[in-house]
């Protein structure tokens, strides 16, 4: 279905639900938390998504996974992924993730890591004529009274056309909205996405779709949007340490963000994290992102071998603030909004047993 693209901020709609601007921050494994999506609506994502949720995982109430359903009201709407290949398991997962506050519920079948294909979901889901694929749509969509969404690949090998196929059986069973990020399963992160496959599917259906896949810069951000009509586009690893990424999208400018206002975003992210995961589980989680960081910046490489060594959160700020003084004034003026985000127990008023997050 081509649509009328006219700039990154215009409100759009997937079926009852009205998303602020065109830009979806993508669901990742082990980085898509509740900081992370946070910041991302900070910067001008109209749409955030959970990292992907075991509905398995729901349906035996295991602790870490439940965990996953922790929602706060700044972050939404919010789109929370489930994965599985069971349809009465998708079901109720999906009813659990809607108590729980969900907008929308969006159905992984494009993963293509080994431990959840082996499984028969993720993107093993749009093989075979889809069949397994449209049951599983079909239960979610009847459980629950919020949009229903795919996320899916071309399909498993490099020359697979399945999503023609599965795309318009999906819309028929129930999904308001499809993403296609095209690569095969086969490909994984490697050579680039083909995006006239997505206009091709835009043309096939009768829903919002939503492109993803190599979408790094406001450029091609709206070079794909007039392209393939698709309705909005989905960031991934481009905003991962990189906020200023949509920041610049939304804001229609380019975007290069001085030493202390990297350090103080990363401070602030720091301590988010902290409040999400505890601090434990934060100095190890948080490693991966502090190389994220240093790049929007102009960092000594010794800055980031010493993060990576320290054992605690409170020597990273130590050394983010010995190589940026002046970001300790940018981060006391951010205080009072941190602060007023609480211990996250206000989190818990969501009917849902819901302890200690076990993160991704």
Known sequence: MAVDVRTLTDSWQIGSVEIPSRIVLAPMAGVSVQAFRRQGR???????????????????QNERTMNYLRIARDEKPLAIQ??????????????????????LIDINMGCPVRKVTKTGAGSTLITDGAERGVR?????????DVPVTVKMRRGELNDSRDFLIAGPLFVEAGAQALTLHPRSAKQ????????????????LVNVPVIASGDITSRERAHAVLETTGAAAVMIGRGAQGNPWLLASMFGGVDIQPTNPEVVAELVRFVRETVRELGEQRSAHFLRKFYGWYLKSG???????????????????????????????????????????????????????????????
């Open 42 to 60: 900070r910067y001008g994502a109209g749409l955030v998504c959970s990292e992907m949720v075991s509905a398995c995982g729901l349906g035996y």
């Open 82 to 103: 489930i994965f599985g290949s069971d349809p009465p398991l998708m079901a109720d997962a999906a009813r659990m993730c809607v108590a729980a506050g969900a907008d």
């Open 136 to 144: 599983v749509v079909a239960a979610v969509a009847e459980a629950v």
């Open 188 to 203: 994984m992160y490697t050579g680039h996405a083909d995006h006239a496959l997505t206009a091709e599917l835009v043309d």
């Open 298 to 360: 102009d960092f000594p490489r010794t800055l980031r071998q010493e993060l990576s060594t320290v054992d605690s959160t409170a020597a990273v700020e130590e050394a983010l603030f010995r190589a940026a003084p002046e970001a300790r004034l940018l981060v006391a003026t951010m205080e009072a909004e941190i602060a007023a985000l609480g211990s996250g127990a206000s989190d818990s008023e969501l009917d849902l047993p819901i302890s200690l997050y076990g993160g991704g």
